[in-house]
């Protein structure tokens, strides 16, 4: 039998994908729907500039998610403090310089998480970075000893991760290419902040924000995949205070389920200057009332702790929810983001991921910047958009290394503008 890393690793690429016989996947029953239209305020008046977005749109937009889908999270904790250890210079055959920075949310037997930075071992100055969140353990991103171990974790149980654990998702990362472009990498593991399992918040972070006498979370209170991308921002916390990264030019990377946290911290959090959606899917980049796919009530019935308990009402009533995934995506603007689909992942609906991000580049418009400017599903290998990006590439639910090819032509050219 596998070990349990490959249990967990298995379950996170899946992403809960045990389909029904009845899941839609002909495109020509697909059925009629009107999406909400992302600059159109609530009242139906229209905002027409990019004072009016900031100011009266996206706050309306940034509001309706709160409460309706993934809850509101806390602010920056005061206690935020870090400890750097296990340093390492020349590591990975010379190429890069290693720190595991330890960021404490509260005391410190509390949660907390560990950050894994590698930088160009010859970088001259502070270099921009890719900010990650890993599933199974920071020392599976690389084949680096001086990695400590950790845990893993297997339906909301904590065990050792074994030593044939090490390096095993690192084409997932393609550290290197990431190095040779100038560039410096962070990962946390996103089951430090909260095991990603139904009853797992008593062990994660959000626990210690419940009131005296509470048990579950509110109705409108943040979910996994908000907890989940408030350590994104944590983690941003600290990279602004490391000399050696540029945090002005920080890309913020997820895939599947945690491609829906990248779409949501980013839209919290604007120090991300990219954001890069890979393979997310419903509840994220994909537009649902296309009911292509997986559906909300397959997040709903799988995966309940992802989001607030108000998103339970629209299982299956899509075309009543007052938002949509172009939406979601239009609060990144005017920054760079980048959505990718795989042929073979239909469950994710890879032209319902195309469409969402066409039709949310509307909001990069006003702003004078170019998104995509065509609704045609673009051919495989075939990038499309400026500041908006899409690419279909051949194969399943992973990241490869064409993927990370074209997030850093996308961020060379983002962040040499």
Same mark, same amino acid.
């Given at each position: ?38 600059? !159109? ?39 935020? @403090? ?12 010379? @190429? ?31 270099? !921009? ?97 908000? !907890? ?68 909300? @009530? ?71 910047? @170019? ?47």
């Amino acid at each position: 039998m596998r070990n349990r890393l490959a249990l967990l690793t298995l379950a996170a690429c899946l992403g809960g994908t045990a389909q029904q016989a009845d899941v839609l996947y002909d495109e020509a029953k697909v059925p009629a729907f009107t999406l909400p239209e992302v600059l !159109a305020l609530r009242s139906g008046e229209r905002v027409s500039d990019s004072k009016a977005w900031t100011l009266r749109r996206r706050p309306e937009i940034l509001a309706i998610y709160e409460a309706e889908v993934f809850g509101k999270a806390p602010a920056k904790p005061s206690t935020l @403090k870090y400890e750097v250890k296990f340093p390492g210079k020349g590591v990975l055959g010379g @190429k890069a310089d290693r720190k595991i920075v330890t960021i404490f949310f509260g005391p410190p037997d509390g949660p907390k998480m560990d950050l894994l930075l590698y930088l160009p071992a010859d970088a001259k100055k502070p270099v !921009a970075v890719f900010l990650g969140m890993n599933f199974s353990g920071i020392q599976t991103v690389a084949n680096d000893p001086g990695v400590p171990l950790g845990s893993v974790w297997v339906r909301g149980v904590k065990a050792p991760a074994p030593e044939s654990s090490r390096g095993t998702t690192a084409p997932r990362w393609q550290v290197e290419k990431i190095l040779a472009a100038g560039y410096g990498l962070a990962v946390f593991d996103y089951n430090e902040v909260e095991p990603d399992a139904v009853g797992a918040m008593a062990q994660g972070i959000r626990q210690i924000f419940l009131k005296p006498g509470q048990t579950e979370p509110g109705s409108g209170a943040w979910g996994a995949i908000g !907890a989940w991308g408030w350590a994104a921002s944590r983690a941003m916390d600290y990279l602004e205070k490391d000399r050696d990264v540029d945090s002005r030019h920080v890309a913020l990377f997820g895939h599947s389920r945690l491609g829906k946290t990248a779409l949501w911290a980013g839209a919290l959090d604007t120090r991300f200057s990219i954001v890069i959606a890979n393979e997310s899917g419903e509840g994220g980049a994909a537009i649902a009332r296309r009911t292509y796919g997986e559906r909300t @009530k397959d997040l709903n019935v799988r995966f309940p702790h992802w989001f607030d308990g108000n998103f339970k009402r629209y299982s299956a009533k899509e075309e009543e929810m007052p938002f949509e995934s172009p939406m979601l995506m239009s609060l990144i603007a005017p920054r760079g983001l980048y959505v990718a689909s795989a042929e073979e992942d239909r469950w994710s609906d890879p032209k319902g991921e195309f469409l969402g991000a066409a039709y949310a580049s509307a909001a990069w418009d006003l702003f004078g910047r @170019k998104g995509i400017s065509t609704i045609e599903m673009p051919g495989l290998h075939h990038p499309v958009g400026d500041h908006v990006r899409y690419h279909i590439r051949a194969g399943k639910h992973d990241v490869t290394a064409y993927d990370w090819e074209q997030y850093l032509k996308f961020a060379a050219a983002e962040w040499a503008k």
